[in-house]
């Protein structure tokens, strides 16, 4: 997938905050490209939470721990090409969660696995922050009427999104044995992504 169609995937993605739901976008085929599908979609049930303090003003930030998110990634081949790497990243963060290479070979015809990356909050993008979402939590329960000091009396629980993407690689056999991917499709990464919705606990005020 080229530039242009991730920006266009992305400029989408305010309808999926109505929701508050996990996204999960395929990438079609291209004409003439290596590769026949790129795809990354949230697995399983998450259930542990990422933590966000606060103090009497309110809430101050999330918590620097690893979080971990559960995914399934699949890529294709097109043709009589083969993928040579893949990649789960941070989307904006230029980081690596997970990356894979299958060394010299002909490749993979198929990568597909279920993947169990860590990242801090700060490794990733944000439709919704979890210190955000906390501060929306507030709002709306204090737009019902209770007081800040009520809201920050206990803990509170919320959902933020987080963008998880994935990337992948293609070339020819003859170039996968030779370790060789200076082609202009087998040095050319295509990509997939999905919102990833997270539990929040808003922790109350010490």
């Not at 709002?139 to 959902?159: F, H, I, N, P, R």
Request: proline share 3%; glycine share 8%; with cysteine.
């Amino acid at each position: 997938m080229n530039v242009t169609t991730l920006t266009r995937r992305l400029a989408l993605l305010p309808a999926v905050l109505a929701v508050a739901a996990p996204l999960a976008v395929i990438t079609p085929a291209q004409a003439g490209s290596n590769m026949a599908k790129v795809d990354i979609v949230a697995e399983g049930i998450d259930t542990a939470p990422i933590y966000v303090d606060s103090r009497s003003s309110g809430y101050t930030g999330s918590e620097q721990k690893a979080h971990k998110y559960m995914v399934r990634v699949f890529a294709k081949a097109a043709g009589q090409n083969r993928v040579w790497k893949v990649k789960v990243f941070g989307i904006g963060k230029n980081n690596s969660l997970f990356e894979k290479n299958v060394g010299r070979s002909e490749g993979w015809e198929v990568y597909g696995k279920s993947l169990e990356v860590f990242a801090k909050p700060g490794s990733l993008s944000w439709m919704t922050t979890p210190k955000t979402a906390c501060d929306n939590l507030m709002k709306q329960k204090m737009a019902e009427g209770m007081t800040k000091q009520q809201v920050l009396s206990k803990d509170q629980k919320t959902t933020a999104l987080a963008f998880v993407g994935f990337s992948a690689w293609a070339d020819s056999k003859a170039n996968n044995k030779k370790g060789k991917h200076d082609s202009h499709q087998g040095g050319y990464d295509h990509h997939d992504n999905t919102a990833y919705q997270v539990r929040v606990v808003c922790r109350a005020a010490l």
